[in-house]
């Protein structure tokens, strides 16, 4: 699961960071050939051998890259110390204390900067989305949880937390909660490719094909060379595939035994799960009519009836928004 990063003077995200792409290493530079018209430049009697120079070279002492990613890391502590002497009363120069004792694994000291932060600016949505994180890390989750909320709450258009909270609902199992997180951040900022690619997980865990691919799609249209993205959609294009051909198996099954009721729950639910809503409130619609009093058809109808409403209010919204960008 995907997580929003920021640039480390702001945040301490979780993650892969980016690293330039490494050069391949450097040919040796070559002497010039002599040139055969010019034979008059060279030493008579010389050998081909005697215009070359042998270099000496004195080997390079390796360094060990985990202590210099630790020299580095205490210089970064050092570094925003001495920021905060120079700017004692900015949250910025404490919350970048907070990220660089994160970094070197120190989670206490870095939390005490974050709330020094907030002593200094209770509204600095930063320390409370990077508390969150060390939270999260650490196990606490209502406190987590609680951090990412007030981060919203203070800076509704900012949504790193909204992704790292729908994150913690995911791996809660909560993935209905975590869906809704995830469309509150895509609502903050429609152009967030990591909301819309999340969206398509949690929509692929609980077998919703059909908003799992549109989810994909999205986050393609705003990270079109994201290749977890990618992978996903062809994870989910995979089981649509074995889905359909299910549904034409059962179909068959269907036409030999239009009265077996197990039939079509089953061909109801392959339908729901793959999208075809519409086709899914048919078939119980066609349960009903068989058996009045059946409490899965019940159950359901009311269920399919509410989400076509609500996706077609939220195609008109997105639809209008469009509408309104183009005219710009």
């Known amino acids: 699961m995907a997580v929003r990063r920021i640039p480390s003077s702001g ?5 892969k960071d980016k690293k330039p792409s490494s050069s391949s290493s450097s040919k040796p530079i070559l002497p010039p050939s002599a040139s055969k018209s010019n034979s008059s430049s060279s030493v008579r009697g010389a050998s081909s051998k005697s215009n070359v120079v042998s270099k000496t070279t004195t080997p390079k002492i390796r360094k060990n890259p985990i202590l210099e990613q630790k020299r580095l890391q205490d210089l970064e502590i050092e570094n925003a110390k001495q920021n905060i002497m120079q700017n004692p009363k900015d949250p910025f120069a404490r919350n970048a204390l907070g990220v660089a004792y994160k970094n070197r694994k120190m989670p206490l000291k870095a939390i005490q900067a974050y709330e020094d932060a907030l002593q200094l600016d209770p509204h600095f949505v930063l320390a409370y989305y990077n508390l969150g994180i060390i939270y999260k890390e650490q196990g606490k989750t209502e406190k987590a ?3 990412y909320n007030k981060a919203i709450e203070i800076n509704p258009a900012f949504t790193p937390p909204y992704i790292n909270l729908g994150n913690v609902y995911f791996s809660q199992g ?5 869906i809704k997180i995830y469309k509150a951040a895509i609502g903050a900022d429609k152009t967030d490719a990591v909301a819309h690619k999340n969206l398509g997980v ?4 609980i077998e919703r094909l059909d908003k799992s691919l549109s ?3 999205d986050a393609i249209r705003y990270e079109p060379s994201d ?4 992978k996903f959609m062809g994870m989910a294009h995979k089981q649509r595939r074995a889905i359909r051909a299910m549904i034409q198996e059962i ?7 239009p009265s077996n009721l197990d039939l079509r729950h089953k061909l109801a639910q392959i339908y729901y799960q793959a999208g075809f809503i519409k086709n899914a409130l048919d078939e ?6 068989m058996k009045q009093d059946d409490k899965i058809a019940l159950k359901y109808i009311p269920l399919i009836e509410k989400e076509i409403e609500e996706d077609e209010l939220e195609e008109e919204k997105r639809k209008a928004l469009e509408e309104e960008e183009s005219s710009k």
Do not use: P
Not at 11 to 15: K, V
Not at 227 to 230: G, L, N
Not at 251 to 257: A, F, G, L, R, S
Not at 284 to 289: K, M
């Open 11 to 15: 945040s301490s995200s979780s993650g």
């Open 215 to 217: 989810a994909f799609e």
């Open 284 to 289: 119980y619609n066609v349960i009903l009519d």
């Open 145 to 147: 949880v609680e951090a």
């Open 202 to 205: 949690a929509y692929l865990q």
């Open 174 to 178: 909560k993935v209905h909660k975590a």
């Open 251 to 257: 179909y068959e099954q269907i036409k030999e035994n």
């Open 227 to 230: 290749e977890e993205t990618q």
